[in-house]
């Protein structure tokens, strides 16, 4: 069974920096992307960052230039490295996992930024 597991969250001041990391139980290259959601209370989840297995990513625009998602093949690990975190940041950040049999998520990991 597919596990994928997030850590690295946390309270952080306005401009500070977080990395979250997911962990995969088996190798990353079987899936065909790999992402970071993010879902505020009382709002639907919304995709934060992508990365193919061929490694290319996208971003939504409330995030580009301050995130960047990244992969650690030999560790079976996403990162999320946010920088110059805004209040509105603040969030339950849950990795998640597509193959072409279907999606897995993680268990979220919960960000909190402080103005």
């Known amino acids: 069974q597919v596990q994928l597991v997030e850590s690295g969250g946390g309270l952080v001041q306005a401009g500070g920096s977080l990395r979250l990391s997911c962990a995969a139980s088996?190798?990353?290259?079987?899936?065909?992307?790999m992402a970071w959601y993010r879902q505020a209370p009382g709002k639907q989840r919304d995709l934060v960052a992508s990365i193919t297995s061929s490694g290319s990513t996208s971003y939504a625009d409330s995030v580009k230039g301050r995130f960047t998602i990244s992969r650690d093949n030999a560790k079976n690990t996403v990162f999320l490295q946010m920088n110059s975190l805004k209040p509105e940041d603040t969030a339950v950040y849950y990795c998640?996992?597509?193959?072409?049999?279907?999606?897995?998520w993680g268990q979220g990991t919960q960000v909190t930024v402080s103005s």
């Open positions: 088996e190798s990353i290259f079987s899936f065909n992307a």
């Open positions: 998640w996992g597509y193959k072409t049999l279907g999606g897995w």
